[in-house]
């Protein structure tokens, strides 16, 4: 079976993400996953209306999908508490962290997926998003592995519709091979536009980027990431 096929006869029920959880959650974070995160989950069924899932109105909304240790999340929350920001992952220590920078900083504009983010992009309206984000995914790097990346025909076909015109999608990796892949998938993809137009523009991260710990890691031992910007067209 080649790359394409696993692609155009997606697996249903395969998980894209590894383990839920890691080392056991300290007793503050225990408490804010049992008390916080259920006021930010989204509801578990049914249609979304992006703009009502927050307290307040919004100029727009974005989607984090796997936001980790959620640093960029929080801080583009920060920076913009005028935009709703959705966050997926399913990682519990993640959440964990995200819930925290949350409370600290009483961040009233960010709300939480725990499981698939597939499950919140099929139940969104189309043209709803004005950004989306995938930073740095597991890589899934063993050829027999490479059906569980997130990337593929299928979901950049949901990232697209969800998209409004000129909305965009952010793809970041220290993986060149994620990094050949996503390119190669996003040129078939009908309304998605790869933005660049010079070597820096994905050698260099955007403008408004606070980047993440994973990624200081990433240069720390020598990879160098790739920063891919596409645009919403038609």
Wanted: with cysteine; hydrophobic share 40%.
């Amino acid at each position: 079976m080649t790359d394409d096929d696993l692609d155009a006869a997606p697996e249903r029920g395969r998980a894209f993400y590894g383990r839920r959880k890691g080392k056991r959650l300290r007793a503050g974070q225990e408490e804010r996953v049992a008390a916080l995160l259920p006021r930010l989950r989204l509801p578990d069924a049914g249609p979304l209306d992006p703009p009502a899932l927050f307290p307040h109105p919004v100029s727009a909304v974005w989607l984090e999908i796997g936001f980790g240790g959620g640093e960029h999340l929080a801080a583009q929350a920060r920076a913009h508490p005028e935009i709703g920001i959705i966050g997926c992952e399913p990682f519990v220590n993640g959440v964990a962290k995200l819930l925290r920078a949350v409370d600290d900083h009483a961040l009233a504009n960010v709300r939480i997926w725990d499981r698939d983010a597939l499950e919140v992009l099929v139940r969104l309206p189309a043209a709803s998003l004005a950004r989306v984000y995938l930073l740095y995914p597991d890589p899934w790097p063993k050829r027999r592995q490479r059906k569980r990346r997130f990337v593929s025909d299928e979901s950049l076909s949901e990232i697209a519709r969800v998209l409004a015109p000129g909305g965009e999608f952010r793809f970041a990796s220290d993986i060149d091979d994620y990094a050949g892949w996503t390119l190669v998938r996003a040129a078939r993809c009908p309304g998605l536009r790869w933005t660049a137009e010079r070597a820096r523009d994905w050698t260099a991260p955007w403008p408004d980027w606070p980047g993440t710990r994973y990624e200081a890691k990433a240069v720390a031992q020598g990879r160098r990431p790739t920063y891919l910007g596409f645009r919403r067209e038609g």
